[in-house]
């Protein structure tokens, strides 16, 4: 018997800890490996040793770790080295060895799977028998070859849920307002398009929905402003946070530096303020900005009882995976039926996964780039379904906590 390491990487969602404790629990339950380790920080931690014994972890934290948002384990945003002969791996390997491990899971979304295809692909070149499996994970919901990806049902919960809410408190003044709501989401607008099920009748907020799918252009969006004030007074706008115009200029790029990451991503803040500022200049009308932030990645008062069900569900399938001996792959999640609702798991090729970005289909985007049409309301509307009770200490929730 060896032994099964997990470690999360990249943005954290709410469930992403589900996953984890799905793992835990039937790597723990096989009783197939003698050891279930967790990498501290992701696979940075782990080259420098950094692990810990999920067998550790008392039952109330393990059962408390499936509602709790954050990455337990602690996360990295670590681009592994392209060229196999960087001494990296030889590095990294020896760590595995150290440590008996005969397989590596990785909770992460593309950039997460591309340490696992590269892992994967170091493994083949040595003849080395350790099992790489990605479980996907991102609010973005932007992974290719998976239905959806577990955190995005949550978070677009979470978002459509505070646009309905916003909604009602802008109408408390009989006056003209604007509320512009920034979503989270750089290159694929899924989050923003969830925001269209906040509506509960035609007319309802949000009127305007862009997404970074297409070109956004300043002035038609304050003509459509103009247009839409002759039939209501409070206007919510729903913005993805990669917005961007025509020459790719990102409009949050307008207002700040923007800091980049490892994997070459620009960090992306702000565009609501922009065009919260080009309104209050323009049109003259009083105007908010709101900026959702982190918080739609770690709301755990919104969680979707689908989406928790289904980030455990792939963390088990994981272990069930590496059980069987497969390698190179990330787990991924169907529809069984097109009318009833239920998911079923696999596995596919973790090299058509990583470094590509799966968006909204532009025939899912309507009325000149301002809307979302019913086919995703009918894709997305499954995956936010159920909600979870969420342990209490004091009338706050109670959430695992890794000291
Ligand atoms: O992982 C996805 C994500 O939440 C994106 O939606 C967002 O742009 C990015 O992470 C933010 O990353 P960080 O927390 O590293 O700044």
Known sequence: MKNIIVGQSGGPTA?????????????????????????LNGIEGFSNDRIMNLADISDEE????????????????????????DKFYPHIFKQFEKYDISSFLYIGGNDSMDTVSKLSKYAEKINSKICFIGIPKTIDNDLTLTDHTPGFGSAAKFAASIVKE????????????????????????????????????????????YLPETNFDEEEFLKSLTENF?????????????????????????TADMIIDNFG???????????ENLVKERLGVKVRSVELNVSQRCAAEYLSETDVNEAEASGRFAVTAALAEKTG??????????????????????????????????YWITDNNTNISQEFINYALPLIQGSVDIPKKNGLPYFAYRK
């Open 15 to 39: 469930v992403i800890n589900a996953s984890l404790y799905g793992v835990a629990k039937a790597a723990l339950e096989s009783e197939k490996f003698n050891n279930v380790y967790g990498m």
């Open 62 to 85: 393990l059962e408390a770790l499936r509602t709790t948002p954050g990455a337990y384990l602690g996360s990295c945003r670590y681009k592994l080295p392209e060229d196999l002969d």
């Open 166 to 209: 916003i909604g009602r408190d802008t109408e408390v003044y009989d006056k003209n307002t604007v509320t512009i709501i920034e979503i989270m989401g750089r290159n694929a607008g899924w989050l923003t398009a969830a925001t269209v099920l906040a509506r509960q009748t035609k007319d309802d907020n949000p009127v305007l929905i």
């Open 230 to 254: 002759k039939h209501k007074k409070q206007l919510i706008v729903c913005v993805s946070e990669g917005i961007h115009n025509d020459d790719g200029t990102f409009i949050c790029e307008k």
């Open 265 to 275: 991503h620009k960090s992306m803040n702000g565009c609501a303020k922009y065009l």
């Open 329 to 362: 792959c990330m787990i991924a999640c169907f529809r069984k039926d097109q009318d009833i609702y239920e998911a079923a798991y696999g596995t596919v090729d973790v090299n058509e996964v990583c470094n590509k970005e799966k968006c909204v289909p532009l």
